[in-house]
């Protein structure tokens, strides 16, 4: 079916999104990092990037949290980019685990391969994949260029956040180990770890992130400043990762209501992708017990219910004037 949208309709969408779910309460900052537990419980945003670059945002757009999960979302597109999906598939894995972001089952239950680059020890595999191998200066370099080209703008590295991350990542270390014993770490294992912990904690906004997801959803092109960030035939290969594990073990749930492959972190942060039509984000820190931002969560179904949008809807959407 064909569907056409306006752009007022879109604008309006996300400021009675902002409006409703601006009062929802409920959920708790993450305060295993230390550093996530302190702040601003209140801080709301959000964003949208149409293809054409329009970008419309409301709230605390413009404040730069701690990226966390959601990196490994960019990183994931750095190694296809480097490796090709093929090699993805056999290093890493494409299947959802079922379990927490940082679980050590899902490990064990499946120790041919770390499941998907979308979880923790997935993504401590990307890490140790990022070209050059065995150079950890250049390796960030490329894990920085890339989120800078996929949101369209610099970001840095939040050294607090870090430390924090540094300081009591117990359980990720134990990650990294295991995956060495499964020989699923193609680099060293501690600048991996390291690699890993720096990335999520690039401090974001939600806007950068939005433009991000825009990237995503119009094929590899980056639609404010036009440069094909990565090849268009990637872009349903990422989009299927964030579909089946975006939201850990409640990700069946959440595309199941929501009808848009997202991706939360810790920080509070939520990136979705609506192929062929926008990008969406949202920030706000309370989570709940699988680690998803509460109020981020309703933002967003909230647009993609206004709008009548899903990505199963069979509609062929067009975005006028
Ligand atoms: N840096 C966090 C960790 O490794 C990221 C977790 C997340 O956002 O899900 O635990």
């Known amino acids: 079916m064909d569907k056409t949208i306006t752009k007022a309709q879109i604008k309006a969408a996300v400021d009675e999104a902002y409006a409703e779910s601006k009062g929802i309460t409920g959920g708790h900052n993450a305060d295993y990092i230390p550093f996530l537990a302190n702040i601003d419980p209140n801080l709301f945003g959000i964003s949208v990037t149409l293809l ?31 490796h090709g999906a093929d090699a993805v598939l056999k290093q890493i894995g494409a299947d959802a685990t079922g379990l927490p972001f940082n679980s050590i089952f899902a490990i064990l239950l499946e120790n041919d391969h770390p499941s998907t680059p979308l979880v ?29 080209a996929l949101c369209g703008s610099e970001a840095q590295v939040l050294d607090e956040l870090y430390r924090s991350e540094s300081e009591t990542n117990f359980n990720n270390r134990a990650i990294a180990w295991l995956l060495k014993n499964y020989n699923r770490i193609y680099d060293d294992v501690p600048m991996s770890l390291d690699l890993y912990t720096r990335q999520c904690s690039v401090g974001i906004t939600a806007e950068q992130l939005a433009i991000c997801a825009g990237t995503i959803a119009n094929g590899g092109l980056n639609p404010v400043t036009k440069e094909q960030v990565f090849d268009k035939e990637l872009a349903p290969k990422i989009t299927t990762l964030i579909s089946s594990v975006g939201f850990y073990q409640n990700t069946g749930d959440w595309l199941y209501t929501s009808g848009i492959p997202a991706k939360s972190g810790v920080g509070g942060g939520v990136l979705g992708v609506m192929p062929g039509v926008m990008g969406i984000a949202a920030f706000a820190p309370p989570l709940d017990e699988a680690g998803n931002s509460v109020k981020a969560q309703a933002a967003v179904k909230a647009v993609m219910k206004k709008l009548d949008l899903g990505v199963f809807n069979g509609d062929r959407v067009t975005v006028t004037d």
């Not at 054409?52 to 980019?81: H, M, N, P, Q, R």
């Open 52 to 82: 054409d670059g329009t970008t419309y945002s409301v709230g605390d757009t413009s404040y730069k949290f701690g990226i966390e999960s959601v990196s490994k979302v960019l990183t994931a597109i750095l190694v296809l980019k480097q």
């Open 120 to 148: 923790n020890a997935g993504a401590i595999t990307a890490c140790s994949m990022v070209e050059p191998k065995g150079d950890s200066w250049g390796k960030w370099e490329a894990i920085i260029n890339n989120i800078a």
